[in-house]
């Protein structure tokens, strides 16, 4: 018998519409879409572990917290 899933989000879960893509990601940093891959590059380099904001991957597509990206470009931003 199959297993069902319990269907629930979970407490810590974002919201697909939360989620941006890496180009709308550059246009709300103000990097462009190469910078924001060199600094997913660089996070596998433990001496840039700090490198760019934080992102998520599904499969092999890329996409950036709202949140995560704000809080981002205040920090640049000194606020």
């Known amino acids: 018998m199959p297993r069902i899933e319990d269907s629930t989000p979970a407490e ?9 893509t890496t180009r709308e990601a550059a246009a709300l940093t103000g990097h462009s879409p190469t910078t924001l891959m060199n600094f997913r590059n660089r996070r596998n380099n433990t001496k840039y572990k700090n490198a760019g904001p934080d992102y998520v ?3 092999t597509a890329v996409f950036y917290k709202r949140s995560v990206l704000e809080a981002y470009v205040a920090k640049r931003a000194g606020a």
Do not use: A
């Open 12 to 20: 810590n879960s974002t919201p697909l519409k939360d989620l941006l």
């Open 57 to 59: 991957k599904i499969g």
